[in-house]
C-alpha cells in the first residue's frame, strides 16, 4: 500500500491550489482517503474525507465552501481542491487511507500515510 501526495506549492491569499493523492496496492474505492493538514508548531488535523463505500464527504468547517474533495476510481487517486487560499492553511499536508470499511469518514484509524506535500499561503 503505497500514497503519493503532491500538488503543493506557494500561492499569495486568495489563489488556488489542487492537491493529488495517487494511491498504489489498494483500490480506493473501497476505503476512506482523508487529507489532514500539520502547520508548524500545531498538531495535524482532519482537513477533509472522501469515502470509497458511498462518496459521502466530510470537511472541517474552516474549510468548508473552499475546498472540495473528489475521486476519480479509474486513475485510484483523490483530490483537494483548494480555492481562496488563506494563510493560515499553510502546512504541511498529507492524504491517508483507512482500511476500517464500517465507518466511512468516521474511521477511527487510518492506516497508511503519503509523505506530505507543503502548502504555503502568502498574505
Known amino acids: 500500500v503505497q500514497l503519493q501526495a503532491f500538488g503543493g506549492g506557494e500561492v499569495q491569499a486568495g489563489g488556488s491550489l489542487r492537491l493529488s493523492c495517487a494511491a498504489s496496492g489498494f483500490t480506493i474505492d473501497n476505503y476512506a482517503i482523508g487529507w489532514f493538514r500539520q502547520a508548524p508548531g500545531k498538531e495535524r488535523e482532519g482537513v477533509s474525507c472522501i469515502s470509497g463505500s458511498d462518496d459521502s464527504t466530510w470537511s472541517t468547517d474552516s474549510v468548508k465552501g473552499r475546498f472540495t474533495i473528489s475521486s476519480d476510481n479509474a486513475k485510484n487517486a483523490v483530490y483537494l481542491q483548494m480555492n481562496n487560499l488563506k494563510p493560515e492553511d499553510t502546512a504541511v499536508y498529507y492524504c491517508?487511507?483507512?482500511?476500517?470499511?464500517?465507518?466511512?469518514?468516521?474511521?477511527?484509524?487510518?492506516?497508511?500515510w503519503g509523505q506530505g506535500t507543503l502548502v504555503t499561503v502568502s498574505s
Open positions: 491517508a487511507v483507512s482500511r476500517v470499511t464500517a465507518y466511512g469518514c468516521y474511521t477511527p484509524r487510518w492506516d497508511y
